[in-house]
């Protein structure tokens, strides 16, 4: 899914170059065509963007590890929950100056996105009857699961860029900088299952009532610095109104920090003809934390967009700009205690995609 809407959008980017060059006189890009930087006199821009995104991970399923008494008919299971992604609300401003001279400037820009997942779900009640070389049982089974991720993505951009035009209506916008991301994955489930037994024997009957609970939470933290480069293009439609295209790469060089517990808790009973049942319960607690490792961490991104631009009075102008972006993280999340059960080092790539609406203001 990453590759193909990554591909395609550079793809698109390589397209809108193509477009440009014939709609210039209808000829292709041959020599002849004038790339220039073009003279600009000193300006501000502020740019802010509301960005609706889904952000995806391989770890959107949790695993939590139920271990179940040899008396129960039931095998020893690992279940796996899922939490779908959803799309969520975040945010990004810049600001840019564009130096006197030929086309060069510079920009900072921030980027967040807080996002919140969570799913539960009720497994229906179910008996079994099985008739034991010892005992006839008749076995009553339910369960409560739940589970819920939560992230916090933080990225900050320092670039310079060149404008470049290339005849009349294409413009290019290379790029090079450096980028900061912080990505914070938290993810917590919970499995309550429950048990219930009859034995017939004579002259009486054993009851047996069993709650098997399992919580296991754990903590993924990226931080990361490192070069950043690419391009932007733009195709001039005319009245105001543009196409563009970015395309950017980084290579980020930081720590990740994991941390996860695990929390088990039994509670059975179990009655013996008349007399009150006899109680015992059996809890553990475990607290993991797997040593900070630095890690390089490739990093692409790519935005497709419309564009509409309007001179307001001398010296200001508004743009309005609204389009799709994907970006994605490379093995940016670890996970080395999801639970009891898997205590491998595993790591899974940070995707976010979704459209964005943009307004910036241009002032000379």
């Given at each position: 899914?990453?590759?193909?809407?990554?591909?395609?959008?550079?793809?698109?980017?390589?397209?809108?170059?193509?477009l440009?060059?014939?709609?210039?006189?209808?000829?292709?890009?041959?020599?002849?065509?004038?790339?220039?930087?073009?003279?600009?006199?000193?300006?501000?821009s502020?740019?802010?963007?509301?960005?609706?995104?889904?952000?995806?991970?391989n770890?959107?399923?949790?695993?939590?590890?139920?271990?179940?008494p040899?008396?129960?008919?039931?095998?020893?299971?690992?279940?796996?929950?899922?939490?779908?992604?959803?799309y969520?609300?975040?945010?990004?401003?810049?600001?840019?100056?564009?130096?006197?001279?030929?086309?060069?400037?510079?920009?900072?820009?921030?980027?967040?996105?807080?996002?919140?997942?969570?799913?539960?779900?009720?497994?229906?009640?179910?008996?079994?009857?099985?008739?034991?070389?010892?005992?006839?049982?008749?076995?009553t089974?339910?369960?409560?699961?739940?589970?819920?991720?939560?992230?916090?993505?933080?990225?900050?951009?320092?670039?310079?860029?060149?404008?470049?035009?290339?005849?009349?209506?294409?413009?290019?916008?290379?790029f090079?900088?450096?980028?900061?991301?912080?990505?914070?994955?938290?993810?917590?489930?919970r499995?309550?299952?429950?048990?219930?037994?009859?034995?017939?024997?004579l002259?009486?009957?054993?009851?047996?009532?069993?709650?098997?609970?399992?919580?296991?939470?754990?903590?993924?933290?990226?931080?990361?610095?490192?070069?950043?480069?690419?391009?932007?293009?733009?195709?001039?439609?005319?009245?105001?109104?543009s196409?563009?295209?970015?395309?950017?790469?980084?290579?980020?060089?930081g720590?990740?920090?994991?941390?996860?517990?695990?929390y088990?808790?039994?509670?059975?009973?179990?009655?013996?003809?008349?007399?009150?049942?006899?109680?015992t319960?059996?809890?553990?607690?475990?607290?993991?934390?797997?040593?900070?490792?630095?890690?390089?961490?490739?990093?692409?991104?790519?935005?497709?967009?419309?564009?509409?631009?309007?001179?307001?009075?001398?010296?200001?102008?508004?743009?309005?700009?609204?389009?799709?972006?994907?970006?994605?993280?490379?093995?940016?999340?670890?996970?080395?205690?999801?639970?009891?059960?898997?205590?491998?080092?595993?790591?899974?790539?940070?995707?976010?995609?979704?459209?964005?609406?943009?307004?910036?203001?241009?002032?000379?």
């Amino acid at each position: 899914m990453v590759k193909k809407i990554t591909a395609a959008l550079f793809f698109v980017l390589a397209g809108t170059s193509a477009l440009a060059a014939q709609t210039d006189n209808s000829m292709p890009m041959v020599s002849g065509v004038v790339l220039m930087a073009p003279h600009q006199e000193g300006s501000w821009s502020f740019g802010l963007q509301a960005n609706y995104l889904e952000p995806e991970t391989n770890y959107n399923y949790l695993h939590t590890a139920l271990d179940t008494p040899n008396f129960y008919p039931v095998e020893d299971s690992n279940r796996a929950y899922t939490v779908g992604s959803d799309y969520n609300w975040g945010w990004g401003a810049d600001i840019s100056y564009h130096f006197p001279g030929n086309g060069r400037d510079v920009n900072l820009a921030f980027t967040q996105l807080n996002t919140s997942q969570s799913d539960s779900v009720t497994e229906p009640t179910t008996s079994l009857q099985e008739i034991s070389p010892r005992l006839p049982r008749d076995i009553t089974t339910s369960g409560e699961h739940s589970a819920e991720v939560e992230t916090n993505y933080n990225a900050a951009d320092l670039t310079f860029g060149q404008l470049i035009t290339v005849g009349q209506r294409l413009s290019l916008h290379p790029f090079a900088g450096l980028r900061y991301a912080s990505i914070d994955y938290k993810a917590k489930a919970r499995a309550d299952d429950f048990y219930h037994a009859d034995t017939t024997i004579l002259p009486g009957v054993i009851v047996v009532d069993m709650r098997v609970t399992d919580e296991p939470t754990w903590e993924s933290d990226f931080q990361g610095l490192g070069p950043r480069f690419g391009s932007d293009a733009g195709v001039n439609l005319g009245r105001g109104f543009s196409l563009r295209s970015t395309l950017g790469l980084s290579l980020l060089v930081g720590d990740i920090d994991v941390r996860g517990k695990q929390y088990h808790d039994e509670l059975v009973g179990i009655q013996i003809f008349n007399p009150p049942p006899t109680i015992t319960e059996r809890t553990t607690n475990t607290d993991n934390k797997v040593e900070t490792n630095t890690r390089v961490v490739p990093e692409a991104d790519a935005k497709l967009s419309v564009m509409y631009k309007v001179d307001v009075n001398n010296g200001y102008s508004l743009g309005f700009e609204g389009g799709y972006q994907v970006t994605n993280y490379f093995d940016a999340v670890q996970n080395s205690v999801m639970s009891t059960q898997d205590t491998s080092t595993q790591y899974t790539n940070y995707f976010i995609q979704g459209p964005y609406a943009r307004v910036q203001l241009d002032v000379a």
